[in-house]
Every structure is written in structure tokens, then in C-alpha cells.
């Protein structure tokens, strides 16, 4: 089922829904016959198994082939797809029925298909494993309660149950499922997945909801409790491609249905536990599943992880950069006319300030539906990030400057043009360099987030890490994201000797 | 010649400045005294048109000061403020020649006559290249005299100028200033609150009351016919403080 990432944010999901019929009705049809096959998954690691497995099947039929790797939640990804930004992505038939066309009303595998044609989207036949919420909690705890099925859960009002945060909103989540067993439990929290599984080894909760191939359910110990009232509806794993793939790499299409009805749910559920319990990169789970299956030999790409961590270093730098030249390249003149025309100016320092009370994921998803995923998107919104600051300390630099000294640099009849580059852009510097400092260290900071929409940089390790439950990938993210901050401090505390006048600089010694 | 026609400025509820007229003849000094806040300064401002008057005018030799030709008529009038006003990012030097770099002056000739201000201002050589921050009061205000000299103007406006110096300091640029007014032959305006002072100075004193020329003549003409009871009181609190002095010395 996993209609979204696990760990996305239910709000991510409203956010991108909003947008979906402007994505629909905005996305351009570019031809792009010469790129490779674009793969997308989702940020849970079967679908990154999943997905691995598609790009393996591409390559293996002769065609390149592009893994964009945990791009997000359904809606991202499903976007995309229809935009053409991916050219298939592993997704469930539930899915599809509940939340993707649920104001169509589609039931049933034929029906699906048909609809899916209108928008040029292919469905693959059944994988062959149904991945469904189940309820589940400690197998020691239930036998002690005696409780087997959901409806035993009805006895016994205490239990503290602790859902994801998209199962809980969901209609056919959490309300549907109360309202159908009549469940009286009043201590309901949402959590992120990963935590859920921890929380029950920990004692601090006592149910969650989890996927019938999840890794960790026999890794925690856990008894899934029986659907007695078939509640949950079926969610067959499956392909969705875009139609127009066929014609461009017919064999690629054909590689893929190979694997139609190969996978059952205990083949899916070790796949997975490898590749988040013994820690197997996805890569490796999916070229050992393919052998093993159809006698593919695939020529796994690992990368060694200082060549990982010197192109994550690239992407990052490139998203910071960019964007924070942009924002200079902006917010310095808004400044100016910020201090130059008051009125103007408290209306544009409102303006930027909103777009600093954006939550940071929002903002990244806003930008989907207008520029896509990968690292446009998530530059647009480090711009807008990192806008405040530099207009504020522009602004509070010049208005700060004693009136006595632009008066006199007025008396002695330079131009206004020539009083700012003179006088108050120098006398304002240290406090425009603060400016920027602040920018560029929320900045660093801040791309570590778009990875969630494709971006790359330090935070794919940190996505991937959390995903994994792997500190060891966390930090691969985070230390040199913590480095480079402070690489920025430093990097300005030296530019202040190039930026700031020297007589300034004396002057704040005294 | 400088003159203010009919000069009235307000700022918000409060007149600063009310219908004043005042010519300023060429190569005099005139120097503008009274209480904080009777508009002395407002006055020097207006006549640089760092503040735009309500009503009335102010001309540079017939030429009406605007929007349009403030720049030009400002390059011939230097102004000196408290302190010196010295652009703290820009050492001794390059405060005294920003306009010369404004303008496009060769560098020598720009060097040559930077070194000619600073000896008319007794302000040593090797300090130009000092940081305002790195220099005394008293060397402050002489470069920015310099920065004021610098294109030669005719007029030469100075408010408050020796007001946060140590009287020793004082004394010593009153002398240096007073040497200066009369060997350039410059149309000075110079704002105080202290009547020695002005009378060390002035040709002609105006003293303002509330915005208002009270009284403009000699120090003489002030002591010995005052306009009014308060140019008397004004001229008795000076005194008054002389005579404490004294008693207090005795």
C-alpha cells in the first residue's frame, strides 16, 4: 500500500495534492528520445528494492537507465510520471483505487488499466505480492492479551496505539478503520514509521500499522494481527510506465514485465529484510533477487563512498551556491530600495518574511508543480530561503547610518548613486556580510532537504540513512553537512578582510 | 553671495526655521549663535539644501538652489560638522579627496593638493593615512576642514565645529581656523553657542531665537544695544558664567 513515503509529511501530501491538477494541466510534452530510462521510487525502502530491480532490468535489456532513488510520496511521484519528469515507478493497485484516482471511483484490475490509458500511464500485471496495512504489536504482548484480530483490540481500551502519520489521516486509514471495528482506544498518536517499530520494542506504544512485507516483522518480533472484517483492500504491487516509454525503448518495456507475478510476499519481505536489517545495498538485494529468479546477471555500480561523498559535496555545493548567488543578486537592490523608500520597504520586509514562516518541505513542494523534481525546484526555494536575511540587514545596515555622515556625503554633492557605492554600501557592509553569513549557513542547512524532492546532495545519505535505520549513512550525510557549515563561517569570516573596510574593522576593535 | 529669502522649514508640528532672510557677504564671517534648538543648525542644512525649506528660497550668487542644481552649487560650498563627520571606511586621505576621485582628478594633482590642505590645516603629513578612528579629535576636524577645502569653494559652512574638543585643543584650531577664514578669503558661516567664540570669529553675529533672527550686528552692537530684553539676557548668561569663573578663581 504505501501510498506516500512513510516519513513524508502528511501535510507534504495535502501540499502536492492542491497542485496536482495544475501539474496536469502544466505539464509539457518534451520529447526526450535520446535520455536514458528514468526510474522513480518512493522513500520506503521496498520501493527503492523495487526500483533497483526496474533499473536493472533496463540495463540488462540495453537500454540506459537512471534511478532516481526516495523522490518522495505518492503525489511526487505520480507527478512525475505524468509530467514525464520519471518514466515508470513501482506502485500499488490500492494506491491507485484509494488515493491517486479515488474521485473516479475505479475498482478492479481492468478498470485501472483503461483509466490509467487516459493518462498515458501503462500498468504492469501484478508483481505477485499484495503489500496491505496490517495491524500489528509485539507477538509477546498480544498472546498475553490474548488479542489475534483487530476486533480483539475492542476489549481492551488501554492499548496505546501509534500510527504514521499518513495512516492516520487517511480515509481508509485510522477513521475508516475505527469506524469499522468500533475500536474505543483513546491515546492515538501519528509518528514517523521507522520510529512506530521502535516505539514497540520500547514499550511506548503497544499497536501501530505496518505493510504485510515489512522487514521488520520478524526482526521486532511481531504479531500481525488478523483483518477479520477485510477491511484493508488488496494492494498488488505493480509498474506504472508512461505509454510513450514503448516507443522509445521497446525492449526495456518488455524487460520489464519479466518480473510480473515473480515476487510473492515472503520473496519481498527477505528483500527487504536484507536490505534494511543486514544493511545490503539496494543494488546488490535486487542483482542476487534477479539471478536467482531469471538468471540475470547484472552488473552491480557501487560506488566507494569517498567518490559518494565528493559527488553529494557537488550537488550540495552546487544548490547553495546558485541559489545564494541568486538571492544576492536580488535581495541586495530590494534592500536598498527597502531603506530608500520606507513605505516600500516595510511592505517588501513583510513580504520576504513571509516566505520565511514557509515550513522548508512546503516550500520545496510548492515548487514541484512549476519546476519539477531534482535540483531546480529545490533551488527556487533556497533562493526564496535565503531572501530574508540579506533584505533585512541590507536594509538595517543603511538605515543605520548615522544621519551626520550622509548628510555630509550629500554636502559634498556626489550623486546618490555615487554616495551608496561610496559611503553607505561600505558603511553598511558589515552588516549586508551578516546578512549573507545568516543566508548561507540556513542554506547549507536547508538542502539537506532536497533530497525529499530529488536534489541530491547531503541529504540523500540522511534520507537513506533513516530510511535504513543506518547511523553510519546518516552521518555520511550529516557530518559533512555540519563541516560545511562551518566551512561557510569561516569562509566569510575571511571575506569580512575583502568585504568590510579596514577602517570599519578598526573601529569595532575600539 | 549666499543668501536665504523668506526661509521657513517645520519639522512636523515644530517650526525650526521661520521666514528668515539673511545674505551672507562675500569674504566675511558670520557666525550664528543661540540656545539649542533656535534653528542654527536647520539653517546651515537649508542653505545646503540637505533640507528643502516650506517656503522661501536660497541662492549661490542669483542661482536658485533645487533638486536639479544642488549638486553643483553644493561643490561650492564646504560644509564642517561636529567632530568632522569623516567617513569612518576611508582613511585621512581619501576622505579629503572622494570628490577629487568623484571628479576624475589625476592622481597627482589630486596628491599635490592634498598635501597643500594639509599644511594649511597644520595636520601632519604622515597621518593621512590614518583611519578616522586612529586619529584625535582635534585631527579629525582639521581634515575635515581639508575635505571641505577640497574644490576651493567659495562658501565654507561649519556647524559646531570645535564643540567636543578639549578647551586646549580648542583654542589651538580656533587660532588655525581664524588664520584660514582670513588668508582664503572665504564666505564663512560658522554655527556656536558660545559667544566667545562667536566673538572671536565674527564679523557679524546673528543671534536666532526660536527659529527667528533676534538680533544681527557686532558683538558691540549686541552688548551695548541689545534689540530686545532677551538679546540682553542671552549676551548677561555669558558674562554671568565669566564672573563665576572668576569669583570662583579668586
Redesign the interface.
Known sequence: MKLLGRSARRWLLAATFVQSECVLSCSGDVARAATPVRIGSKQFTESVVLGELATALVRASGSSAQHRSQLGGTQVLWNALVQGEIDLYPEYTGTLEQEILKNEGVRGEEKLRSTLTSYGVVMSRPLGFNDTYALGMKAARAEALGIRSISDLRRHPELRFGFTNEFMDRADGWPGLRARYALPQEDVRGLDHDLAYRGLDADTIDVTDLYSTDADIAYYDIQILQDDQHYFPVYDAVWLVRADLKGRAPAAVAALARLEGKIDASAMAAMNARAKIDQVPETRVAADFLFATLGLTVVSEEQGPLARILRRTEEHLTLVTVSLSAALCVALPLGILAARRPRLGALLLAATGVLQTIPSLALLVFMIPILGIGAPPAVAALFLYSLLPIVRNTHAGLSGIPA??R?????????PR?RLW??EL??A?PSILAGVKTSAVINVGTATLGAVIGAGGYGQPILTGIRLDNVGLILEGAVPAALLAVAVQALFAGAERWVV????R??RK? | MLSLRGVSKSFGQTPAVRDVDLDFAPHTTTVLIGASGCGKSTLL?LA?G?VTPDRGSVHLDGERLDAES??????R?G?V??DG???????ARRNVS??A??LGWEGERTRQRVQDLARLARFPESALDR????LSGGQRQRVGLM?ALL?DPEVLLLDEPLAALDPLVRAELQDALREIFRDLGKTVVLVTHDLAEAAFFGDRIVLLRDGSVEQSGTLRDLVEAPADEYVSRFVRAQRTLHIVGAEAAR
Open positions: 551626520p555622515l548628510e555630509s556625503a550629500e554636502a559634498l554633492g556626489l550623486s555615487a561610496h559611503v561600505p558603511l557592509s573596510p579596514m577602517g570599519l578598526l573601529a575600539d | 542644512r545646503l540637505l544642488a549638486p553643483a552649487l553644493r561643490r560650498m560644509y560638522i561636529q563627520g569623516l567617513f569612518p571606511h576611508l582613511d572622494l570628490m576621485r568623484y583611519f578616522p578612528v586612529q575635505r574644490l
